[in-house]
């Protein structure tokens, strides 16, 4: 999974450049100049703000002859352990995270519209 990176002083996030140190990638920020360790800045929850996430698989899917459903690749998806909890102890049972869940870590919208019953995207299957 691609990691959003933005710069911490204001923001940006199209005009940063990247260069390897013996520490780390250095980030340097075109707009202000402001330069920064990568990794320093944990990745955190989009919905709680918390730094508990998770990678899982999920799975890459096609049509492949009209309604027939295929998996055609996996992929790595960040779950937050507070707010995709259902979701990650569910696919700790060996199985991918489906395609039309919308993870709470990334999208708060996602979280807002399963707690008010709105949209059911987990779709479970055995």
């Known amino acids: 999974m691609t990691r959003r990176i933005a710069c911490p002083s204001c923001g940006e996030t199209e005009d940063l450049a990247g ?3 013996p ?11 402001t330069s920064w360790l990568r990794d320093a800045v944990p990745e955190t929850c989009a919905t709680c703000g918390g730094t508990e996430l998770e990678t899982r698989p999920r799975a890459l899917t096609q049509y492949s002859r ?30 991918a995270v489906p395609p039309t869940y919308r993870p709470a870590a990334i999208d708060p919208e996602a ?16």
Not at 25 to 30: K, L, P, Q
Not at 70 to 82: A, D, K, P, Q
Not at 83 to 93: F, G, I, N, R, V
């Open 66 to 95: 009209g309604t027939q459903l295929s998996i055609v690749g996996m992929t790595e998806i960040m779950l937050c352990r507070v707010c995709d909890a259902e979701m990650l102890e569910w696919s700790k049972t060996g199985r």
């Open 23 to 33: 520490e780390g990638i250095v980030i340097r920020c075109g707009c202000c100049d």
């Open 19 to 21: 260069s390897p140190s």
């Open 111 to 126: 979280a807002k519209e399963r707690a008010e019953g709105e949209e059911d995207d987990r779709r479970l299957t055995p």
